[in-house]
């Protein structure tokens, strides 16, 4: 509780600590173990590991949400190290084994510039295409994407736009230049278009994926009701065999245009501007180019 009323923090950081503290007084009301800061050590974060992988208390989590609950876990005894002593074996890495790891939808150029062109006779599915044109090339996450004002736009010649934007989640400045493809949709509307709510436009994406034919199969996880042994409900990531457009989002925008940017030749460096990553690392987690694409940038070499 001290931790979660720190000022400094985003409402989508407190919602995540939230979570895992309903999860730790979950561990804490079926084994009795202490909730003392000072007694949390590796063997039990160990114990609450097993316990949400193996769903005693809930539906089972998946092996990246139960890491992301003992990262947050961590992080909160650091900050308070200053006031309790912390256990010595917190650093020791807890082997949860890997989650399948599978290839994300990622858009062509050729698949942007076919939306970009389509009349879907639909003002909400026009209005989501150019939003999503403009994210492809971009690469701007959605909560700054859709929060893109007038002032944030120039025209710096005809034609030509640029985007210079704080982001939210890392107050890292980017400026972008804007490709030809979203640079159109910027000039046909002279400015951003009209803005739509968060959830209703990744609602529309996979409406307008759907209609353009992105419909080849792929694994992937899509969230579905999963009971608990307490027979209640729970919404779990399921891998499946999926439409392409059922796994589209609006983070698909975000890794498109890393791929493809890199996959044109850009350099690191210059599509870490452009997405805001810190590291090369960071970057390359959004790389899910296909098998034809390589081969066909391999053939480029020859």
Known sequence: NQYVQRPNLSAGTIKNLIQTRNKVQGFHDTTKASLKIEDINHNWLLQFATLQLQGKIHAPLSKHTV???????????DALESHYPKAPDLRKKLALGE???VRKPVL????IQAIREHDFSSHTLNRTRDWFVIQCWTGLRVSDLLELS??????????????HHV???TNHLVEIPVHPDAAAVLTRLKGLPRKMN?????REIKKLCRIMGLDQNMEGYLPKPVKGPNGKTYMRSVLGTYPMWKLISTHTARRTAATNYLLEGAREVDVMSLTGHRTARQLYEYLHSTPAQHK???????
């Open 296 to 302: 066909s940038n391999l053939k480029m070499v020859w």
């Open 108 to 111: 062509t150029r050729e698949q």
């Open 67 to 77: 890491s992301n609950h003992i990262k947050r876990i961590k992080t909160v005894i």
């Open 150 to 163: 007038s002032d944030m736009i120039m025209e710096t010649s005809p034609g030509e736009w640029e985007i």
């Open 167 to 169: 982001q939210n989640k």
């Open 198 to 202: 968060k959830a209703h436009y990744a």
């Open 99 to 101: 989650t399948k790891k």
